[in-house]
């Protein structure tokens, strides 16, 4: 068997989720650790939180792959004694890598969004409008459903603790748009090409005003639900990529949404 470094696990994750392809504001790539380290075992998960890092350190893992980055904005102090201090000394102290895969895996094809999409049962899924990659999708339901109908439909195979619904009125639903994570900025976007529907997390109150004025349907599914499906995804994808080296790859399948219905 091959021996694994982190570069070469970077470059894998590269061919799915290009760089070029993440947002401006964006900072995926590698947040910690040495391009040339070996790497026999991998942790993939959404977060780097205190616990992943916890499973990393006890499965003797060399790097985190995560989805969001540990590391946003530049950081002016390391000090162990504030939280993000203490995941860097940690990490650090046990020479487990980081690295991200943000914005970019949620534009790529077989990303984020195209694995949501899959997951709510949609066909026919494109990108906006002529755009090589975009943020969202764009796709159709089987089954034309009432609005209630296709928030449970979303709760249930999002496994979602529960859904928000923005109902716009007594329309059916056919075609719909998604984008995981925090996506109601493009909610307009998706309804200038069509969607009488749109699937994301995070939306606030004036957006779902300006979705009931034109007329969209939105479900609010959470931030966490709409992206961990990636995790089993990029997890199966490194296993098939790296299937010639001498790694093993594990994923986070205990983290839970941090928000409870109550």
């Known amino acids: 068997m091959r021996r694994c470094t982190v570069q070469i696990v970077a470059d894998v994750v590269n061919r799915l989720a290009p760089r070029r392809l993440a947002e401006e504001w964006d900072n995926p790539g590698l947040l910690v650790g040495d391009w040339s380290a070996t790497v026999k075992r ?3 998960c ?6 992943n890092i ?4 006890e499965l003797d893992a060399q790097l ?3 989805h969001h980055p540990l590391i946003f904005h530049a950081i002016k102090n390391v000090r162990f004694d504030l939280p993000h201090g203490r995941k860097l000394e940690r990490l650090i102290k046990n020479d487990v890598a980081v690295f991200a895969a943000h914005t970019n895996l949620d534009s ?3 990303g984020v969004n195209d694995v949501l999409a899959q997951r709510i049962g949609l066909v026919d899924v494109k990108m906006f409008g002529d755009e090589e990659f ?6 159709m339901l089987e089954t034309p459903m009432t609005a209630v109908e296709f928030a ?3 709760k249930s195979v999002l496994n979602a603790d529960s859904v928000r619904l923005v109902d716009a009125g007594d329309f059916l639903i056919s075609k719909v748009g998604v984008c995981g994570g925090a996506g109601a900025d493009i909610i307009q976007k998706a309804k200038f090409f069509g969607a009488q529907a749109f699937v994301t997390g995070d939306v606030k109150y004036h957006e779902a005003q300006a979705a009931v ?12 639900a709409t992206e961990f499906p990636i995790v089993h995804v990029l997890a199966e994808y490194l296993k098939d990529e790296l299937k010639d080296f001498d790694v093993e790859i594990f994923e986070d399948t205990a983290s839970k949404d941090f928000f409870a219905t109550i």
Not at 214 to 224: E, L, Q, R, T, W
Request: negative net charge; without cysteine; aromatic residues 4%.
């Open 42 to 44: 991998i942790f993939v």
């Open 46 to 51: 959404l977060d780097a939180l205190d616990e």
């Open 54 to 57: 916890s499973r990393a350190i």
């Open 64 to 66: 985190i792959v995560a």
């Open 108 to 110: 790529a094809a077989g």
């Open 134 to 139: 975009s943020l969202g999708r764009l796709g």
């Open 152 to 154: 449970r439909h979303v």
């Open 213 to 224: 004025e034109n007329k969209i349907h939105v479900v609010d599914a959470g931030h966490f």
